[in-house]
């Protein structure tokens, strides 16, 4: 659960300026770029170039900082059980490519607006409209976006109460109080959205598909 997804500050950085079709295309190839190439020290160089293009939109420090502080112990762990198996060169190209791409996404998600992201999901499903309404990918990605950080809220609420209790190891006590308010959170959200009438206009002009009535055979008796 990063509370730095997500989190637009807005400015005027080249990555700002850029619209956002261009920046998801470029995430997608930088990823598809760090799985062929598997040198490390161009992985330390990619790594190195997505860490100051991160810098240059200018995020918040305090969840930028943790956000990284956590990606950097899973890579280092990575890097450790592979450098342990006698795989350094692997290791270091594993951890750098996990911390650059990491770094990345948040340089897009930082620059970008909702509004600009929605937009883009909404375009991206046109060619689909005979199977889905255009606006139901924007919606989902919508939902997405907000429910990260509640659940992420939920669990830190969930932890600080049990810890509160004097629990500290106890998985169950952590993970069924956020399972449940998880789920409430779902239900209240699917009940805003049905109230307000969202989506339903969406399914409304979406392609009438024939309805194809099934009958019995009749008998031949």
Not at 109 to 119: A, E, K, V
Request: with cysteine; net charge positive.
């Amino acid at each position: 659960m990063n509370p730095a997804v997500g989190s637009y500050r807005a400015g005027a950085s080249p990555l700002h300026r850029l619209p956002a079709w261009s920046k998801v295309l470029a995430l997608f190839a930088w990823a598809v770029v760090t799985m062929i190439i598997t040198d490390p020290v161009t992985a330390i160089g990619l790594c190195v170039a997505a860490l100051l293009l991160l810098i240059s939109i200018l995020p918040p420090p305090k969840p930028t900082l943790k956000a990284l502080g956590f990606i950097l112990f899973v890579a280092a762990m990575t890097a450790f059980y592979q450098v342990y198996r006698g795989y350094v060169d692997a290791g270091i190209d594993i951890a750098a490519d996990l911390v650059g791409l990491f770094a990345l996404s948040l340089a897009v998600t930082g620059s970008t607006s909702m509004n600009d992201m929605l937009d883009f999901a909404t375009r991206l499903a046109r060619p689909f409209r005979r199977i889905v309404p255009p606006t139901i990918p924007g919606l989902m990605f919508a939902i997405m976006l907000r429910t990260i950080p509640e659940i992420s809220r939920i669990m830190r609420e969930s932890r600080d109460a049990a810890r509160a209790r004097g629990i500290r190891r106890n998985m169950t006590a952590l993970m069924i109080p956020t399972a449940t308010r998880t789920v409430g959170f779902a239900l209240d959200l699917g009940a805003a959205l049905h109230a307000r009438g969202i989506g339903d206009e969406a399914l409304a002009d979406a392609p009438k598909r024939r309805r194809i009535r099934l009958t019995a055979p009749a008998s031949t008796e």
